[in-house]
């Protein structure tokens, strides 16, 4: 499959102090937690082109600290407007219309439309699946896996003619454990060929790790972004790194970065709702130049931009494997 | 469907002084722990009727402690053969051969075939499906779920051209929570649809729900026998009672008995090596005269044989909804 | 005051190969957990002189593991009836009314009447008080304490004109800590003067300590069985012991017994519903012979008796102090 | 009962750029942790109106990290001068002299003094009352509940002849739960007909909630600031809301708010010794002018001010039950 | 070194139905929980060879169920004696003669004198060391090794110049996991070389092992009866096996048996004060014979014999490697 | 001994508005987190003087969030350069040479040396010493205690023949409890004789205490500042303080300051990878004029300098005992 160039993707060079794969964003956060006036914070959202210009899913919390998914539009990928009122999904089955609460969204073009999957509950959280033809419309199509779920993030396309998504079995709480797990489906709607793909290290990625933004295809392999987790005497450190893994055969890893790429450092990563969180959810990558544009939350309060090229980061995979 | 007679199960009329819907065999337990030269113990495990006699899986504990499963054969249900070497899988993918532990099987009847379903340790616990023609050549189809699940049990039949599976979403330990629920196969290795069936309720079953036996199909419903947990200030305490689903939409309760039938009294299920366990896992089913026999485990140590009748057990459900 | 002479109280004297200073009832337990069809156990239950026989109230679990409280009637103390419904409550403010559970019950006479206390549920396991004249009505007053509380134990009589009552803040699950706490009343509606008395120490009594029968007057002070727990690695172990309080300010101890006098140690205290659990809810107290009978639950299963000397008690507790 | 005019209460009108109910002061903390030689940190404090001026007792844990309660005056409700030793208590009973802890300390006139409410260490957690005529003797006068207890929080008169308090039952540690019970006294030492307020909800109520000042008076009910809590993968996180209580029978609720009204967003609020917290603890109220001040303490360190105006709280209470 | 036969050890043949390496005896348990007045249970004991008869160490917990050591002689290592009060040891710092706990005794001839090492309570579990030359008077030497320590077991012998103990490192708690470490002294006082010897592994010994008995000198290397711990959802399960180390190098593992030898079948080693528990502290042997008298403690209640030949065990561990 | 005159350390007068004991230096911090191009942080590290200049070993966690040391020089205590290697140890036995982490050094000169003392991974935390002559070759000796361990610090001279080490005895995770003890060698690889020195008390140190830089010699005794820690709802927080040790029997205690010397409260205490710590590793001290240094580790992030007057160190022990 060959990824369109998407050369108006927002981006800032490198610092020339900084020497490090990964770089912030000067004007980060991008979103601040209150761009609407019902929203406690707005994090760990997922962006897209759409039309020439940007479209997203964004988790807004609340202030009563309920967890939704609110739609937005931007014309250059930084500055965003999101509707004030959480998307409206179409359910067949009424059954699974009873709002509990979504978050951490996904979103990627697979043939014909955009999906979205989300931590959705259902009696736990577990992954829902919804789709959208033109970001008006959503329809959810069905929670793709029992409780209890985080962390589902779809391959842009099929494989050996089975869609592909990595999903991070959890508790029903905070979750002191977790690894990446991959699963098969003919039709999106039933999974199975379940496959181990990676688990938890030292450091920086301890406690559990998951999924990131949709994996990007390259030559060389599907490149995964994905968060680690710490635990410190203080609670949980987020950080983030890459792996790069087996086209045909995903749940193979080729290469695995031993440091994260970004960690909470900033005030904005370190301070807030959950101090110390980098989560990231969605790139934008131009092809052409090899630049990517990487969305993380931060802190569960606000989400910024970080950005890195497609080259030093192989680079690095390659060289701290 | 109708389900065939069984005039030879195994079977002892209710005591004189006994007034409950399932009473004990005056024999229990009918497997001790030390049937065959390696185990430690022999429990929740299933029973067929198969060529006029019975065969059965058997959770077999070695003296490693470790958790596998061994087949039996019996003339009468209650006088067990068992192989003194687990079942040997066959498998395609060498990727899922990796032996962790094999437990707490279910055998079926579906179609054409018997399917064995039980906990598989895939990266921690989740539900194998295997298959057998003949008790002789035993097939590994999949890990049907993700991990961390228990109690995987299958319909006897397809219902509106889906195969029906009941598990119950666990974590990787003693797991203290866990409902029921239901998922939905074109082909018994993708699934999806999950519904939620019961979860739990107070008392007896206050800490955790899970299916129980294969359900045996009545003109009013699905009866399910089930185990539920309450957890003392000395630990877990495993009992049995009953529910009714709706035969097409099994997971809607239509009766569910808000007492047990049968709980840890005797000394075999209250002594060994987990404390107050009663595990029913297999039921036998005598149509014409209502008859059925239930094997469960005691203790995680023997395994034992309770009876009841069908319209004794019908009614204890609409009397205790 | 004068206690009354019970000279019917059931009593069996000390076997001649034991030493300790209670023994148990030969015919131990006295009451089975199915004595009435609806139980699952009959336990932690307290009786009292009545009409020259005995009446009780007696903590029946029924078969959904529900803990309510049932009466029951003895020609002998020994041999028991006991009503087959749980006591029909007159209540007169409604909300409090709602039936969550009842466990645990005391009973004493004081002035014209007969007091219960009780475990009851109010949003969680606090103090319920009532009130019966013939054991035919009885009427609820109200929770004396907020949740959460347990082992709620009326004195006999006012001292200083204020009622007194024993109890044990506890959590709201199975309450790792404990102390005896005593309250003053003017009406038994409001408590007040909260005084510590006596708080958990090393070995049998080093988890927590709650009150057991109603205490009894001597004139060296009131006699107190308790119960005490150790936490092993494989649960709690309820045994209990004894202390003597000062008359006037039984917040002073003046004596504590070092030992337990009873721990769990035969088949029917060891094994049950929860093993190794050992606890007294009332005693019956013949004045002229010294003689004192002593109810206790074993293994939350059944109920038994043990038998002990007034002058050997006093004994004991000069002597492990 | 009319509230007096209190026209000199600290204000300050809400940002142009803000549109939320209650606003912060610009010059927050008003109180720094310093502010006397031997504090640690000053926070969760109440204040009165006092001879035309403010006076207050605070909560100064010192560099030991002992908590415990000093006196302060101030001209205008900002500027405060506080003692530096803390408060010397009158006790009658020896006993209850014993210094353990004493926090978070709530004032209120009632009859013909200023009684003090506050987390008195007596064998765990409890709630201390005391009074003062003069802000110079400060007499204690009983714990007025058995440990577990916090939060305990007096009404400004008594309703049908009772005093009435608000108190939330916890356990001897961080308490992972709690609920807002009320309690009702005639002569505020015996506490009885105890009734359940309002428990834990969704999102920022999740973990516990607990009065936080003293309750407002007003024509359609009594307005209750309270504090809910959280529980991140990080800890804990303070927000605070409102409700109206019914005026005859305060345990009935008329309104709840569904959203926070303040949670930790600023520096001194998400910085410090326990990170994100917001408490309130007292407010100033203006009749005539509607306008409140709400002192809350921040992040357990400091000591800040908030403003509303009692119709924007109420419509907000209507418009969010 | 050469081993001294000791022909009149106490033993029983296996019995004609048994095919296990290990049996019990068929009186069991030798020692009875209250052989002594005082005594709640005896168990987890050590027993040596004696002037042609044998002498012991006894872990005898008294009816405060505090642990302590008392003295025993035996004519047939089966009818045991023990002195009604504990040892009262020799300290030369009072430091170190606060008692705050003792058990788990081992009883070893070393150079010229018995030297005994136990769990001793200094600011925690740690390993005493004391001797003996006569069983009269004892003498304490120095805790060994820092809190929190459990199961130190000296070798027979010095070895390279120097003194060996094994231990395990503990927490202050029940102790979820633990390793068999083993450290090296010139002088029995101070230690240091410390090597990890072995840890847990699946099945029987998944939570945590400790050594048992004193190791058995072979030809072949050191023969080391241990514990292993499995946790149920209901409690530790302590079963036991064997290993052997390099004669010169014991933190060399040469083989490991992979099966448990004994586990907690009977109703001694599953009911009593910690249900489910079988631990050997000690071993005698007859070099000449083969045969092996193992003492091990049962549910922490009674001391237990059971037997075994060396050529047996030696052959199991090379089968079950 | 005479403690050598280190006029150059590192030095900055108290401010004028300060009060405190210790006070910051005010470019803190000294060492940012990433002063090498590895480190994602360093910090809780130690300092020497060292032919007329200063050296050090510090302790550099890598973007792997690996822990190790790392070797650094510095003409003025302040201005440090750090190997961007970690330190590459000379073992003798290869068994202990395996890395699995090492953080927290101290550096003491000894007799003819630099000894170092670090939290070594072993099969868990425990105490590694080494040595080095010039800091171009670091000798690994041993592994001075078992695990679990942290907090080894050697004093710098031998009491009566022996050296002297504290400890704190932990667990092998967060531990939420520890004591300093003390042992004693006669050639820093066996120890024994094992002392309690002090434990946890209320408050900044009610959580655990451990040592901190090398005890200072001072005529009245050993100066030992350490840090103490509490638990919030949010996690533990870092202080320390000081006391005053016995000259030669330095288990006693002679002056235990009731406060803390410096707690957490600046930005770069409080916000970094581990919120709330203030961690001290070392000190410089000039005799004559009575200054003291002190580094100390924030927030797991950074290193800072504090300083202090050994007069007014002394007046604050005697003052706040």
Redesign the interface.
Same mark, same amino acid.
């Given at each position: 499959m060959t990824l369109p160039a998407l050369p108006s993707i927002p981006w800032e060079e490198r610092p020339a102090d900084c020497?490090t794969v990964v770089w912030r964003y000067s004007a980060n956060p991008i979103i601040p937690?209150d761009l609407i006036?019902s929203s406690?914070s707005i994090f760990n959202s997922a962006v897209v082109p759409f039309q020439g210009k940007f479209a997203g899913v964004f988790r807004c919390d609340?202030?009563?600290?309920?967890m939704n998914l609110n739609r937005g539009f931007s014309p250059d990928g930084i500055h965003w407007q999101l509707d004030h009122e959480p998307i409206n999904w179409i359910y067949d089955d009424p059954?699974l219309s009873h709002f509990q609460y979504r978050y951490d969204p996904r979103v990627v073009w697979i043939d014909d439309r955009f999906y979205i999957t989300w931590c959705n509950g $259902?009696?736990?959280p577990?992954i829902g699946i919804g789709y959208t033809f033109d970001f008006e419309q959503f329809h959810f199509l069905?929670?793709?896996?029992?409780?209890?779920?985080r962390n589902g993030v779809l391959f842009p396309r099929q494989i050996n003619g089975e869609y592909i998504m990595f999903?991070r079995?959890s508790?029903?709480g905070?979750t002191p454990?977790g690894?990446i $797990?991959l699963?098969?489906?003919?039709?999106l709607?039933?999974?199975?060929?379940?496959?181990?793909v990676m688990?938890v290290r030292?450091?920086?990625e301890?406690t559990k790790v998951g999924a990131g933004p949709v994996p990007i295809e390259t030559p060389e392999g599907w490149l995964m972004f994905y968060h680690g987790v710490?635990?410190?005497?203080?609670?949980?450190?987020y950080s983030f790194g890459a792996a790069l893994l087996d086209l045909e055969q995903p749940w193979k890893v080729i290469y695995r970065g031993?440091?994260?790429l970004l960690?909470p450092?900033t $005030?904005y990563e370190?301070?807030?709702?959950?101090?110390?969180v980098a989560f990231p959810c969605a790139t934008l990558y131009d092809t052409p130049s090899g630049r990517i544009s990487i969305y993380y939350g931060c802190a569960?309060t606000v989400t910024s931009l970080a950005f890195c090229r497609m080259d030093e980061v192989m680079a690095f995979l390659k060289e701290n494997k």
């Open positions: 020497s937690r006036p406690n609340d202030k009563q600290r309920e059954e $259902y009696h736990g577990t069905e929670n793709a896996l029992l409780p209890f779920n999903s079995p508790d029903n905070h454990f690894d $797990y699963s098969r489906s003919p039709d709607i039933h999974w199975g060929k379940h496959r181990f688990g030292g450091g920086w301890s710490l635990t410190s005497c203080n609670g949980f450190v031993t440091s994260y960690s450092q $005030y370190c301070v807030g709702d959950v101090p110390n569960d």
